[in-house]
């Protein structure tokens, strides 16, 4: 059948083909290179709107197509196919994936015009942007794996992008260490599918789930759970998204918000049928993501660095959909939701951090900025279309998301509604405090720096994504996201409220009230010191907040030291025994060595004697084997 | 009167045996009337021509010979009065004697490097040092008998790995090592070196000759005849005087064993390897050393295959030696033809589990493990000694293996080549040598050698250490400022390397064919 679905690889190739050109061509592309970047994800953006239209065309229960490009290998009784799947789920991440990348890619021609390396870095978002769009796409687990890995390899290498800083190495090998752990998660699921199903196609996996023992059933959700802790920075895998913000913004915006760390949702979604068979995998993932939620919350609250406040906040908005997405098929849906629409205002947020670093000569210290709504107009609007976003406010999309995802919580269990309940709250204060700590105020300008309005570049992007910060509440009129999804992830099916919806949507209103109002009390209206209070002068809970909540000291103690102490322990082992036993070897066989070259003495008589002494032990061995 | 009835000769099933000897006699009729000028690339023509013509004849034959009825696969048939045996094995030798000697023929005639002279003296007769030897340099003399020489060593090694019968084994035996013996004596540099080599080499082979003849009087008093069929026939029959057959078998073994290079009867294998001009020692490492594990194994399991419970401890307790001392001797030595002469034991070692497994059936044999195995180790052992004749310093050949160090960066292409040998004879994969270990290991195990195959892949590993320390030493360490000149290959000697790694790495990455060809020799026909 010739089918214009059958063409979701163009989607891959487009960035692919940008990706390859980039990092190959020469010196000569510098001038245009980021065009061509550009150029191939807008391509795709549109080949993926084509595609959605075609999609939505068709008869609802007819909107998945499989497609086979080729048998990447075949051996014995396993068989992977290159395949693509183009779905509901895979056409609206499709969708934010080409479209907020191209705002991205444009965005970067702008924040990056300085930077001599700058069409290697229009090469790596490709390279992104294709990973992700495999991973999304992908028909089968390994297939999915090997964009899960893409993936991770452009972020490795556009966190560290800046190489000659420390930080920036570090922060991307940190990122890469602590995905290796989820990543074993995975492959360790993957071999158990394998083991146990003999296949990783998606469909045939989800199709076998019921044969399964539920103990397998438990441990592959748990693995793949740990895998999706790894790539969306859930605890206990988070500590390396903080350090992440080392990347340039625009990568931050990208990979490190919008689309990459939002993986693990998608997996979760993806994998539905393994989590509907198991209650303890959800549960798993509930409290994972319910702890995350308060956690990033928590660090969001504490941190003076822009950049690091956002990612805390990021942290704790995928905590919300994680949660979501443990809540089984109720919240599914919901988690795509605000999945799609925190694309669009963490996105929108970051790249306007990005422009206030723009205008202040790259400060990223919060106490160092203040009134900067006069100096960068369109920043401060766009920020704050963002900002109202994310805290819930009515009729913003993110008020549409969060709402849901609270009261789906609500319907499982009170107490986690509860804390969802808190995080909101949490949320507006640290937002508020970002805001006003930013924008309003009295300027706390360093000398020298006179903050400016980025071109028009970077503003573009900023005013689309802050439209869709607004808008993206429509997804939910009548129910169409709900309904889209519903093929892909199971019917909705109503739990018991404790209290009427009106009322939930009230009280979490007066939350968010109460948080902004607080964090306007302490950072609107009273003066916010230019030097951040020292360690001493704040409480223990603040302390902590600074310190990430000590996830670092958590990972130095439990797996850095004690490996540290293991491999010591292990090359003493090998230097003294092992290498001891081999040189000692290695010298008797030596010596065995020198002691045959000294009975090669060179005379033919001896070597005669041997010959005659070594025919009669051949002949008397012959004839004792007889004889005995 | 009686007549002596003439006998039977399949002409067609021998040809190539005809073909090589009616070349080398033309050889040496060339020698006497074609003038001294044009005759080295006379000789050298006529010599590579035949031994191409007899490949051709032997592939021909080949195509003729049909699979016979039975339980285990075998072709072909015994001819000439019983004296030979042109069956499956006998053909593959004699393709691999034909292709190894053509490799080596090259190197014979490569001139490039000695300032436009061959590796062999200008008069053999001259006293090492003597004006008479100056002289004959002055004049550019060149010994161009041998390559009749090397055609009548080929055919004794083909004839020695074909024979049925021990007469004829005895025959074929001196017919190849006499002329090996001049051979070995013939280098142009390092004289007294290569004298003394082939004078202990013709020593100790007379002696081992004597030994192998003995063990023949004694076989035929036991069984009543020369052919290995009949002998086969009395050990199946004949259960008295059990002692006089092993007797004869332990000393039919040593004149083998020599040959083969096993140990405890290997003592001569490092001087004369290091002795004899490079050219000789890699036709005599590859080409005797396959024709006499031939003979052994047949000899070994069609003619005393019903004793087999008898000789096969024995046999072990060789093969084991042989592996451990072959790799240990190695280690020490600081001589690259050394190197590789001791080298050539633990390979010995090797086949030798191979071929005392006496595995038939249908899974990989024993004879046709041994086949590849004698392919694999061929090849690289003919390349390997081509390097040997690159590397060169103003006295000649620069076999000091300090000489080598940081060859690697100064000609990398040839120090590969070296190294991937080494590799191949460590057995790594993806190069011959491991197929070759992987087969003659997987014979023995299925022969129930467990044992030994378990040493074996033990002593695979110090091997490997020496193999590698050569690498390491070309690649990793930085060249001498006085090491070796490097010779510009002559056509001859870079077509031998090329070709010697191209088969290397091919027999590893695809051994296929060639597996499958030594499968389908089968076993002897008796």
Redesign the interface.
Known sequence: MNDVLDTAWVLVALPLAGALLLLTWGKESDRFGHWIGTAASAASFVWGAVLFVALAGRDADDRSVTTTLFTWFDVGRVRVDMALTYDQLSALFVLLITGVGTLIHVYSIGYMADDPRRRRFFAFLNLFVAAMLTLVLAADYLVLFLGWEGVGLASYLLIGFWQHKPSAAAAAQKAFVMNRVGDLGMVIAIALMLAHLGTTDIARVATGVPALSDGVVTGLGLLLLLGACGKSAQVPLQAWLLDAMEGPTPVSALIHAATMVTAGVYLIVRSAAIYDASEAARLAVVAVGLVTLLAGAAIGCAKDDIKKALAGSTMSQIGYMTLAAGLGPAGYAFAIFHLVTHGFFKANMFLGAGSVMHGTGDDVDMRHYGALRTAMPVTFFTFAAGYLAIIGFPGLSGFWSKDKIIETAFGFNVWVGLGTLLGAGVTAFYMTRLMAMTFLGRKRWREGVHPHESPAVMTVPLVVLAALSVLGGVMLLGHWITDWLAPVVGEAHHEELPVPAIVLTLSVLVVVAAGVALAWATYGRREVAADAPTDREVGWWTRAARHELYGNAVNDALVVRPTGQLVRGVTAFDKHVVAGAVSGL?GL??D???G??RL?T?F?R???L??????A???A???A??IA | MNEIPAPVLEWDLIAPLMVLGAVAVVGVLLEAFVPRGPRFVVQASVAIGGVVAALGTTIWTATRTDVLDGDVLARGQVAAEGALSVDGPSLFTWGLLLVLALLSMLLFAERRLGGGLSAFTGRAADAPGSSGEAEATRHRLEHTEVFPLALFALLGMMLFAASTDLLMMFVALEVLSLPLYVLCGLARRRRLLSQEAALKYFLLGAFSSAFFLYGVALVYGYAGGFGLAEVADAVASRTQERPLLLAGVALLAVGLLFKVGAVPFHSWTPDVYQGAPTPVTAFMAAGTKAAAVVALARVLLVAFGGAEWDWQPAFWAVAALTMLVGAVGSIAQGDVKRMLAYSSIAHAGFILVGVVGATGGDGITSVSSALFYLTAYGVATIGAFAVVMLVRDASGESTDLDTWTGLGRRAPWLAGAFALFMLSFAGIPLTAGFIGKWGVFSAAWAGGLWPLVVLGVLVSAVAAFFYVRVVLTMFFDEPRPDGPLLAVPGAMTTVVVTVAAVATVALGVMPGPVLDLAQQAGAFVR
Request: hydrophobic share 60%; glycine share 14%; proline share 0%.
């Open positions: 290695a066989f030596r065995a060595s020198q045959l070259g090669q060179g033919v001896s070597y005669a041997v010959l005659f002494g070594g025919a032990a051949l002949a061995a012959l004839l084997v007889t």
